[in-house]
C-alpha cells in the first residue's frame, strides 16, 4: 500500500517562508506525476502545483510566482518551497500522484500551515 508522508508545515507570519515535503513509499516514483493540494477549513481540497515525471511545472494562480514545487527522485520525495507567504495560504496541504483533479492513491495525513498576519 503506498503511504504520503507530508511534513514541513508550521506557524509563520505574513511574508515568512517554509518548505513542505512528501515522501513517497512507491518503487516507481520517479515517472508519476505529483501534485500538492490543500484544504482550508470549510473549504474543499484544490490543486496547488504540480510536477511531472520529466520536471514540468504548473500553479494556481494564487500561488504563482511565490511557490516552487521540485522533487528528487532519487529520494522519492517532492517538496513545495513556499515564500511570501500569506494569511490566506492557511490549509492543511496533502501531496498526491497522478493527474491534476485525479489523485492515484489515498491521501496522507497532511501537513498543517498556517500563516499569522
Known amino acids: 500500500q503506498v503511504q504520503l508522508v507530508e511534513s514541513g508545515g508550521g506557524l509563520v507570519q505574513a511574508g515568512g517562508s517554509l518548505r513542505l515535503y512528501c515522501v513517497v513509499s512507491?518503487?516507481?516514483?520517479?515517472?508519476?506525476?505529483m501534485g500538492w493540494y490543500r484544504q482550508a477549513p470549510g473549504k474543499q481540497r484544490e490543486l496547488v502545483a504540480t510536477?511531472?515525471?520529466?520536471?514540468?511545472?504548473n500553479y494556481a494562480d494564487s500561488v504563482k510566482g511565490r511557490f516552487t514545487i521540485s522533487r528528487d527522485n532519487a529520494k522519492n520525495t517532492v517538496y513545495l518551497q513556499m515564500n511570501s507567504l500569506k494569511p490566506e495560504d492557511t490549509a492543511v496541504y496533502y501531496c498526491?500522484?497522478?493527474?491534476?483533479?485525479?489523485?492515484?492513491?489515498?491521501w496522507g495525513q497532511g501537513t498543517q500551515v498556517t500563516v499569522s498576519s
Open positions: 512507491v518503487s516507481f516514483f520517479s515517472i508519476v506525476n
Open positions: 498526491n500522484g497522478g493527474d491534476p483533479g485525479f489523485p492515484l492513491w489515498a
Open positions: 510536477i511531472t515525471s520529466g520536471g514540468t511545472t
